[in-house]
């Protein structure tokens, strides 16, 4: 039973994803130690192109992590937006929007 919900599930959410075009959302998580923070910084700063500008950061909440979203066609071309040094410990997360009728189709593939 649980294997036809997941089954289900996946459709979906492919469905969703395909009709979204090739273009996908996706959260850059860039996480760094207290130590690490300051050459972060400047990495993203220096070698960024503007990325600085549009990065969120959780440092002064003690998160040292920076966060991004992007368009992008994957992940692996969501995360070119990151600096090299920045990028070589991130990962990227796409992201969906879901309807109240998705939801309702989750629950009918019980």
């Given amino acids: ?4 919900a997941a089954v289900a599930f996946a459709a979906l959410l492919a469905t969703a994803a395909f009709a979204a075009g090739n273009k996908g959302k996706y959260l ?4 760094h130690t207290a130590e690490q923070c300051l050459a972060a ?7 960024g192109k503007g990325v600085l500008k549009k990065m969120d ?4 909440a ?3 992590t920076g966060y991004l979203t992007v368009e992008a066609d994957d992940e692996k071309s969501a995360l070119s937006a990151l600096p090299e040094k920045t990028r ?3 990962h990227a997360v796409k992201l969906v929007k879901f309807s ?3 939801i309702r ?6």
Avoid: I, Y
């Avoid at 039973?1 to 036809?4: F, N, S, V």
């Avoid at 910084?41 to 070698?47: H, S, T, W």
């Avoid at 189709?105 to 019980?110: D, I, P, R, T």
């Fill in 1 to 4: 039973m649980r294997l036809t």
């Fill in 28 to 31: 850059l998580v860039a996480p």
């Fill in 41 to 47: 910084l400047d990495d993203v700063d220096q070698n």
């Fill in 57 to 60: 950061w959780g440092c002064a």
């Fill in 62 to 64: 003690g998160d040292h």
């Fill in 88 to 90: 070589a410990g991130a």
């Fill in 100 to 102: 109240p009728e998705q």
């Fill in 105 to 110: 189709q989750f629950h009918a593939g019980k």
